[in-house]
């Protein structure tokens, strides 16, 4: 079991034996309240790694530069989003997209990472370089 289901697995007994306690019964609502808490938080974990990711041109993080955009995650942890540098022939483009690639996949809640670059003259190969590195 996954640490996510375990997480569930243990609030869902925690819930049912509080419900019984108190003569009511849990709402689903509130259990999947609770699970979009837990997504905020990985998407604050997620926004506060990539603000880390400073563009050395302009001394300015990524995410304040509005570099990445649509950020997704699932139910599963399952992350996706897009990053666009800052011109379509950025030269800092590779080792910006690799260090963004690096700094989300090190978070543990993270199981699956997509990035797709965008407005970029070389982003198909961009896009193949980071599908190869995540293996």
């Known amino acids: 079991m996954g640490e996510n289901e ?11 034996y509080s419900s ?14 609770l699970k979009e808490s837990f997504i905020v938080s ?11 990711v400073i563009d050395p041109e302009t001394t300015i993080d990524i995410i304040s530069m509005g570099l990445i955009k649509d950020l997704k995650i699932t139910p599963e942890n399952n992350v996706s989003f897009k990053f666009g540098p800052s011109s379509s022939v950025c030269p ?3 080792p910006l997209a690799l260090e963004i690639q690096k700094k989300v996949s090190q978070i543990p ?3 699956n990472l997509r990035i797709t670059v ?9 896009n ?3 599908q190869d590195e995540s293996g």
């Open 6 to 16: 375990s997480f569930f697995a243990k609030l869902i007994i925690v819930c049912f």
């Open 20 to 33: 019984e306690k108190e003569e009511g019964i849990f709402s689903l609502t509130r259990l999947f309240s």
């Open 42 to 52: 990985l998407k604050d974990k997620i926004i506060e790694e990539l603000q880390t």
């Open 92 to 94: 800092l483009a590779f």
């Open 109 to 111: 809640e993270v199981n």
């Open 118 to 126: 965008i407005n970029h003259q070389k982003a198909e190969e961009l």
């Open 128 to 130: 193949q370089l980071l």
